[in-house]
């Protein structure tokens, strides 16, 4: 399959690539690892006339600790998060669910400020970080602008990032001790986007109660979710058996699957309860076991 | 529609070629650098016969663009092979028939030489993980598993 032609850019610095977003505003897409943006636009889906690659600006590829922030630049690889140790030791529910995406080849080219980008609710990087709590830096001509994810989706494919503009780093907080994460995923097999797939994160207090919770919806809807109602429920409460299965009731209560190809709206919506409850339990006891 | 003068260094020999912005690296590989051991399988991300390894990282030529990999290094299944003697990988296919037609088999082999690049020792587990962007449809993939294994050993035999 051949892309329509387009013209090809390849900005040395973050300047030079906005400069060049904000020139051919809707007709261009900046590109970095291409894996949902090369195959929509081998399928016609998309038909940029400008690509501008930012692949080679160089010092966009960071990924590191500071104060109690991860900074996620715009190139990180998920293969770079996948092998990162940071990840591994604080951000399980990240570890989790990198290792789930696409597959080897796909993940030593896509990146998480692209997954982001994309607006696809299959994408599992968006439950993940909506979980997590991110924020989302943006560039444009007219300077940076910080976006909390839960800001940042706002339709199918389509986000909150303007003509110009694109994702220039990404900041998760570093979960505080007490804390835990999971993310589990229903597929057809390995590698496919999710069935459904839920993301939860949790902050134990001294009594061992919920003292923050986030909890991301994957392909549960036309966006990706925030389970806010299920995540306030649980806020300042014990992890009960019960008061998962609550929180999972809730979180599937705000879900909004579609069937198709894949399973029936009503599974999907079961299968978001499930996920909740179990993801949470697993959340609990990570955060119980000391580890983040 | 732009055109550009792309150069890489391709199992260790400069080649160069005008191309179009569009013009997909498995294309640029097959028709113009005359490189067709590397297969389009699926032409959709999934399949993996078109797998080689940019930069020593196993990637997807069909989606890539020829014009990412300017000034860029690159293997293919060509570029295993040492003259006449087998890469372990290749050897390895050969001795516990890691193939029946063959199709897949270039792009299994280069996602498993970046798996190994990476990771010399890899646990089964660490094998069929490495090889999931990969589809073979006739063995099951016990024996390329196995193949693998056979690679791995022989290398750590300094072989």
């Not at chain 1, 970095?32 to 160089?58: C, E, T, W, Y």
């Not at chain 1, 570890?95 to 995406?101: G, K, L, T």
């Not at chain 2, 069909?62 to 372990?88: D, I, R, Y």
Request: some cysteine.
């Amino acid at each position: 399959m051949i892309p329509q032609a387009f013209d090809y850019h390849a900005p040395k610095t973050l300047a030079e690539a906005v400069g060049l977003l904000a020139r051919f505003g809707d007709d261009a897409k900046a590109l970095s690892g291409g894996q949902s943006l090369i195959p929509l636009m081998k399928l016609r889906f998309a038909g940029p006339a400008h690509l501008v690659d930012i692949n080679g600006i160089p010092g966009l590829d960071y990924l590191q600790e500071e104060g109690s922030t991860l900074k996620i630049g715009a190139l990180v690889r998920q293969a770079q998060l996948e092998q990162s140790p940071v990840v591994k030791a604080k951000f399980p529910l990240l570890a989790d669910a990198v290792r789930m995406i696409a597959d080897p080849q796909v993940r030593n080219r896509g990146t998480l400020a692209g997954n982001l980008a994309h607006g696809d609710p299959a994408n599992d990087q968006p439950a993940v970080m909506l979980a997590l709590g991110a924020q989302v830096v943006i560039a444009g001509s007219k300077g940076e602008r910080t976006l909390p994810i839960d800001k940042f989706f706002i339709g199918t494919l389509t986000t909150a990032l303007n003509a110009g503009e694109l994702v220039k780093e990404i900041l998760v907080p570093i979960p505080p001790a007490n804390s835990g994460g999971a993310y589990y995923k229903i597929e057809r097999r390995v590698g496919d986007f999710a069935i459904v797939a839920v993301g939860s994160q949790v902050t134990l207090d001294k009594s061992g109660n919920c003292q923050k919770v986030g909890i991301g919806l994957t392909n549960a809807g036309p966006t990706p979710i925030k389970a806010t109602k299920a995540e306030a429920f649980l806020t300042g409460k014990a992890p009960s058996e019960a008061n998962l299965t609550e929180a999972g009731r809730l979180a599937a209560e705000m879900s909004d699957p579609a069937s198709d190809t894949r399973a029936p709206a009503d599974y999907k919506k079961a299968m978001v309860q499930e996920l909740t409850i179990r993801t949470l339990r697993t959340a609990v006891a990570r955060a119980k076991g000391g580890a983040a | 529609m732009s055109s550009h003068k792309v150069t890489v260094t391709i199992n260790g020999q400069k080649r160069s070629a005008e191309v179009e912005a569009r013009m997909l690296l498995v294309h640029f590989i097959r028709d113009y650098l005359r490189l067709t051991g590397t297969h389009v399988g699926c032409d959709t991300t999934s399949c993996g016969a078109c797998t080689v390894l940019l930069e020593g990282q196993a990637v997807k030529s069909c989606t890539l663009f020829a014009v990412q990999a300017e000034g860029k290094t690159l293997q293919t299944v060509e570029g295993l092979a040492q003259g006449t003697a087998l890469h372990p990988l290749q050897e390895g296919f050969k001795e516990h028939h890691g193939l029946q037609c063959g199709f897949c088999t270039p792009g299994m082999l280069m996602s498993a030489a970046g798996l190994l690049s990476r990771n010399p020792r890899p646990s089964e587990e660490e094998i069929r993980w490495g090889i999931a962007g990969n589809l073979c449809r006739c063995t099951g993939y016990q024996n390329i598993v196995k193949a693998v294994q056979f690679a791995s050993d022989k290398m750590a035999k300094g072989g």
